[in-house]
T-cell receptor, first 116, second 112 residues
Framework: NAGVTQTPKFQVLKTGQSMTLQCAQD?????MSWYRQDPGMGLRLIHY???????DQGEVPNGYNVSRSTTEDFPLRLLSAAPSQTSVYFC???????????????FGEGSRLTVL | KQEVTQIPAALSVPEGENLVLNCSFT??????LQWFRQDPGKGLTSLLL?????REQTSGRLNASLDKSSGRSTLYIAASQPGDSATYLCAVDNNAGNMLTFGGGTRLMVKP
C-alpha cells in the first residue's frame, strides 16, 4: 500500500529555474493539498483540491501553480524559483468529509527543495 | 484568522513518565482537530482525530481531549517510551475542507 508518494525527495535549483514536484496517491482520496514547512513558521497550506478539475489557493500560494487532471495526481509547479521557496514540501490527501468520512489526513514523506 | 499554539515547544522526560502536550486555538468554530507525529526527516503521521462534537479520542497509550469552548486540546501519553521521541503537531480544520492550520509543534524526547 503506497499511500501518498512524492518525488523527488531532494532537489537543488538555481534562482529563476522552474520545476514540478510530483504527488500521487492510490487511496482514491478526493482531497489533496500541498503544505510547506519552514523553521519557526510551521506548516502552511499552499494550494488544495477537492476533486479532479478543482483547485484553490491556500495561505501562501504566490509563486506556485497546481492542476488536478486526475484523482490520483496533484503536481506543484514552481514557476520561477526564488531562495524564499527553499523549504520542505509535503503533499497530503484525505477522503471527502462530505461523504461522511472524518477527514484524517495522510501525508507523503516530503520533498526537500533548496534554491540557490 | 485562526492561530494555533503549542506549549511547551520542547520537552524531555525519563522513560515511563505520563505526560501532557498542550494545544490552544483562537477560533473555537472548528470542524475537527488532529494530532500528528513527525519523526526527523519524515512526513506526518495522523495519531488521533477529534470531531467538533466529541470530547476525546483514545488510541493505545494516547488520549486526546478537546474543549472547544476554551479553545484547548491536550494529548496525553501514558507510560512514555524512547520510541515516542518525535515532534507532535496539532492542527485544526475550520472549514470542513481539510485546510488545516498547524501549531508549531512540541519536540519530545524520552530518555531511557
Amino acid at each position: 500500500n503506497a499511500g501518498v508518494t512524492q518525488t523527488p525527495k531532494f532537489q537543488v535549483l538555481k534562482t529563476g529555474q522552474s520545476m514540478t514536484l510530483q504527488c500521487a496517491q492510490d487511496m482514491n482520496h478526493e482531497y489533496m493539498s500541498w503544505y510547506r514547512q519552514d523553521p519557526g513558521m510551521g506548516l502552511r497550506l499552499i494550494h488544495y483540491s477537492v476533486g479532479a478539475g478543482i483547485t484553490d489557493q491556500g495561505e501562501v500560494p504566490n509563486g506556485y501553480n497546481v492542476s488536478r487532471s486526475t484523482t490520483e495526481d496533484f503536481p506543484l509547479r514552481l514557476l520561477s524559483a526564488a531562495p524564499s521557496q527553499t523549504s520542505v514540501y509535503f503533499c497530503a490527501s484525505s477522503y471527502s468529509i462530505y461523504r461522511g468520512y472524518a477527514g484524517e489526513l495522510f501525508f507523503g514523506e516530503g520533498s526537500r527543495l533548496t534554491v540557490l | 484568522k485562526q492561530e494555533v499554539t503549542q506549549i511547551p515547544a520542547a520537552l524531555s522526560v525519563p522513560e515511563g513518565e505520563n505526560l501532557v502536550l498542550n494545544c490552544s486555538f483562537t477560533d473555537s468554530a472548528i470542524y475537527n482537530l488532529q494530532w500528528f507525529r513527525q519523526d526527523p526527516g519524515k512526513g506526518l503521521t495522523s495519531l488521533l482525530l477529534i470531531q467538533s462534537s466529541q470530547r476525546e479520542q483514545t488510541s493505545g497509550r494516547l488520549n486526546a481531549s478537546l474543549d472547544k469552548s476554551s479553545g484547548r486540546s491536550t494529548l496525553y501519553i501514558a507510560a512514555s517510551q524512547p520510541g515516542d521521541s518525535a515532534t507532535y503537531l496539532c492542527a485544526v480544520d475550520n472549514n470542513a475542507g481539510n485546510m488545516l492550520t498547524f501549531g508549531g509543534g512540541t519536540r519530545l524526547m524520552v530518555k531511557p
